[in-house]
């Protein structure tokens, strides 16, 4: 929830904000959640409304994935370290300039590691369209980082 909050508001203290109040709306709800068929869906969809909501309210827009991710390389080479580094930093690039459908859904599916069902869930869109913006997503993806080479 805090990693896709994150990635819609930008800032830390803001998706921290997010997701307390996903909480916070979970546990007011908490007699209604027996119906509930898939609860990780269903909480990702109000954590995604909710940092939707704020991030209107204040009117910003997203930001890159620069610091949403804790991603380490445990080589010792410092020169393949610099390599990946510089590597992952030019993924998270072309990423963040993926439209916003497509990069919503890649980091569902990619990122969270979610199903299609629950990306459906959670974004509003049909299992095909969900599947149709991930492979132009991952295609668009590929072509830039195979004009790299």
């Not at 997701?19 to 709306?25: G, H, M, R, T, Y």
């Not at 007699?31 to 909501?53: P, R």
């Not at 380490?72 to 690039?93: C, G």
Request: hydrophobic letters at 35%; aromatic letters at 6%; one cysteine or more.
């Amino acid at each position: 929830m805090y990693r896709l909050a994150l990635r819609i508001v930008g800032n830390t203290h803001e998706a921290e904000d997010v997701v307390q109040e996903v909480l916070i709306k979970v546990w007011k709800k908490r007699d209604y959640l027996e119906t509930v068929t898939n609860l990780e869906a269903w909480c990702m969809t109000l954590t995604k409304n909710e940092a939707i909501d704020q991030t209107r309210s204040k009117h910003r827009r997203t930001v890159g994935m620069d610091h949403q991710y804790d991603l380490q390389d445990n080589r010792t080479d410092i020169q393949t370290q610099m390599e990946v580094s510089e590597t992952l930093n030019t993924v998270k690039k072309y990423i963040d300039e993926l439209p916003e459908n497509y990069k919503l859904v890649v980091h569902l599916r990619d990122i969270e590691e979610m199903s299609y069902d629950e990306i459906s869930q959670v974004t509003g869109f049909s299992k095909e369209q969900v599947k149709v913006y991930l492979h132009r997503g991952r295609k668009k993806l590929k072509e830039q980082i195979l004009n790299l080479r």
